[in-house]
């Protein structure tokens, strides 16, 4: 036993970039570790979920900008293949990017943690661990992303009308349209017509979203 972590059973980690480069200098580094063992490096998305599927790693670096099936496409891919067999795996994506297009789509796409390729060997070992552990490891910058998005989703509903949020509020206590018109006192046809148009401002896909929406926001409570 070394540092909490048993050499008999190393944690198998697999390597996704398409820069040869990066995968051989981070392995390299890696390898170091004795708790670590690299059980395969993929220089693209397409690979990356070929080879996670049949090596099974447990903890795999992703890179996100990609030609072809980019990281957060193979990042959705690797855990539903996983979800799908009873497996567990945990992506940490290691990337140059910090913008909120790409931090939210990954972290939504499954990934457990997010770092920067500025970050030291060191600390992405770490971060292997602790995700191997089930700890979460997120750059500094991306908590603020999160956070920020967090703020402008939670605005959302502010531009909803008082009927609207009413509804909003009847759809996260699971009720049907007719139930929303019994209890508001309103015609099926008009629950139909703000239904929609609260779908529309929230930029969400359907009633269920709204549901969920309504709950995440812990607006079922509220009163406006």
């Known amino acids: 036993m070394i540092g909490g972590f048993n050499l008999e059973k190393k944690i198998k980690v697999m390597l996704v970039d ?21 059980v395969g490096e993929a220089g693209s998305g397409k690979e990356g979920v070929e080879m996670a599927i049949e090596r099974k790693p447990e903890v795999i670096l992703m890179d996100l900008v990609m030609e072809g099936m980019n990281g957060i496409e193979a990042t959705k891919a690797i855990m539903e293949a996983f979800e799908e067999r009873g ?23 499954g990934a457990f943690s997010y770092l920067l390729k500025t ?25 603020q992303v999160m956070l ?5 989703k939670a605005e959302k509903h502010e531009i909803l009308t008082e009927r609207e949020f009413e509804v909003l509020l009847e759809l996260g206590r699971g009720k049907t349209n007719k139930e929303i018109s019994e209890t508001l006192f309103i015609g099926i046809k008009t629950v139909k017509t703000h239904v929609s148009n609260i779908l529309s401002k929230l930029e969400l896909e359907d009633r269920t979203k709204a549901a969920v929406y309504a709950n995440k926001h812990h607006l079922v409570d509220e009163k406006k």
């Open 87 to 109: 497996w567990e795996v945990k992506i940490i994506v290691l990337t140059s990017f910090i913008e909120e297009e790409k931090v939210m789509p990954a972290l939504e796409a």
């Open 119 to 143: 970050t030291k060997a060191e600390d992405i070992v770490r971060a292997i661990k602790k995700a191997h552990e089930g700890e979460s490891v997120l750059e500094g910058k991306v908590s």
């Open 18 to 38: 398409d820069h040869e480069m990066v995968r051989m200098g981070l392995g390299a580094y890696i390898s170091t570790d004795e708790a670590i063992e690299i």
């Open 148 to 152: 920020n998005s967090s703020r402008k």
